[in-house]
Structure formats: C-alpha cells, structure tokens
C-alpha cells in the first residue's frame, strides 16, 4: 500500500495517510488539528512491516526537533514577538484612531485614501508574513490552510450574519442615554465612480485580511500559549479589535466588540482564516457599498 507517514505539527504524534493526499492539509486523527502533509514523490511502505513505519516517523520526529516552534520557546520570547507585532500592526492603526476621534479626519479625495489604505495594510500583512515564515511554524496554527473557497465563502456569510445579529442584540440593549451622548465622528464618504467602487472593494478585501491576519490568525493562537486560556484570548483580541473603531464613538466601538467576539469564536471552532475573512469583508461592503 503507498503511504505516507509523517509527524504532526501540532501533537508530534505519527500520522499515516495515502500517498495521493500529500501535499494537501489534512485533520490530525489523535488531536483534530489540521496538518500539512508534507509534499515529494509517494514513499512505498510494506504493510507487513510495522518497524519500517516507525523508523520513518521516528526520522520525520527527530527532523521536526530542529524545527523551532511556538512550545521551543519561552513566554518571554513570545511575549516579545507579540509586542514587536502589536507596534508594527495595532500601534500605528490605535494612534490614528485617536487622532480621529479628537479631531475627526480630512478627506480630500477618495481615491488616494483608498491607495493609502491599502499601502498601511500591505505594511502590516507582508512583514507578519515574513515573521511567520521566519518562525518555521506551521501556517495551520494560525489559520492559513489551503482554501475550499465553496465551504469558506458560505461558513463567511454565516459568521456575518451572526455577527450583525449579535452586535444588532448588544445595540438594543444600550440604554437611550448613551446613543444621545453618542454623535458620529465622522461621515462615511462612499464612491461615486465605478473605478472607485472597484478601488474600494480592493481595499477592504486587502483591509479585512490584514487585520483578520492579525487578530484572529495571529494573535489568539499566541494568547492562547501566553495566556494559558482560549476564553481569555477570545476576550482580549475582541477588544484590541474595538480599539481599531474608537474613531466612530463609543456605541460603534461596542458594537464592534460584540463582532469581534463572534469572529474570535468562529475562528477557534473553525480553525480556518478565510471564513473569517469572508465575513469581515462582506460586512465591510454592507457598510461602505452604496444602496
């Protein structure tokens, strides 16, 4: 029988699956996380012979000790590494959101704050990248898996819909005094060209991933280790993400809360980067689209 035997990234335990499956991302059988199998020609393992499959994963076991990973290394490193990332990704976006709510923004013209969009996204996106890269971990931990665009896109509107069903529920329970001190901040500026529709709807896709990167891709899985809890990674990364919306005012920002929480949720059932993408831009689009 052609098989391949390797270690999971996730619990370090042998995995044997049919050859045709590698290069594909599977689910663990002992800890239900997803695994990258590992890619190259189909090893031909003898089913009569057990030691031949051991020896195999023991090698691919003692391969992947030399691979660093999140568990290698102490709280202080990645508390380290979650700092240098907030400062780079969280920090610039926090300052600019200050800055709005005190003194509101100046919009001269749509199409160069979309490009400039854009461009503050692909800052955060392409260096986190990079990190992630540098640290060898598996890109399944943090959510990036190969894509069922189909399943994706339809988990994508079910977490939108949840989430404008639970951050509609938060609103209503708000007392009417607080929506009568709650002014906007600012007024939403929406495209008037085609070209500036198709500039927009680019720059939410590349907005929503970054900070879906970020959030949820990034920062639970970390808070997790760091935290020892995946309630209490849950409740920070929601915040941090409402922080992103101080600029719209209080009552925004707590409806953004109650967003982020059911995208921080889908992200630990799903364990799936693009749904959570999905849903972040098709909210977007409701928001900013004209109609």
């Known amino acids: ?12 335990k042998c995995v044997t699956l049919p050859a045709e499956r590698r290069g594909h991302v599977e689910i663990c059988p002992h800890c239900d996380h997803y695994v990258d199998v590992p890619e190259g ?14 020896a195999a994963c023991g090698s691919e076991q003692v391969e992947g000790l030399k691979k660093p990973d999140a568990e290698s290394r102490s709280n202080a490193q990645l508390w380290f ?12 976006y926090q300052i600019s959101s ?4 005190f003194h509101g923004y100046a919009r ?3 199409a160069l704050e979309e490009l400039w969009q854009i461009v503050q996204a692909c800052q955060t996106t392409i260096p986190l990248l990079l990190i992630l890269a540098l640290t060898r971990e598996s890109w399944s931990r943090f959510g990036i898996v190969r ?3 189909f399943v994706d896109v339809l988990a994508g509107c079910l977490i939108c819909l949840t989430a404008f069903a639970a951050r509609r529920l938060l609103l209503l329970m708000l007392p009417p005094t607080l929506w009568q001190v709650s002014v906007p901040l600012h007024e ?7 070209g500036e529709c198709v500039l927009l709807v680019i720059s939410l896709a590349v907005g929503a991933f970054s900070e879906e990167l970020v959030m949820r891709g990034y920062l639970i899985p970390r808070f997790e280790r760091l935290l020892g809890s995946t309630g209490k990674a849950i409740l920070l990364t929601s915040l941090l993400f409402a922080g992103y919306h101080i600029y719209q005012g209080l009552v925004p920002v707590l409806g953004h809360f109650a ?5 921080a949720v889908a992200f630990c059932i799903l364990r799936r980067l693009w749904p959570l993408w999905a849903a972040h831009l098709l909210g977007n689009l409701f928001c900013c689209l004209p109609g």
């Open 1 to 12: 029988m052609s098989e391949v035997t390797f270690t999971c990234q996730a619990c370090g």
């Open 41 to 54: 020609p189909p090893k031909v393992m003898p089913v009569e012979s057990e030691n031949t499959a051991s």
């Open 81 to 92: 590494e979650v700092i240098a990332v907030l400062c780079l990704s969280y920090l610039p």
């Open 98 to 101: 200050l800055i709005g709510f």
């Open 108 to 110: 001269d013209s749509f």
């Open 147 to 149: 894509p069922w665009w």
């Open 188 to 194: 939403t500026v929406r495209p008037g060209t085609a």
């Open 259 to 263: 967003v982020g929480l059911v995208y």
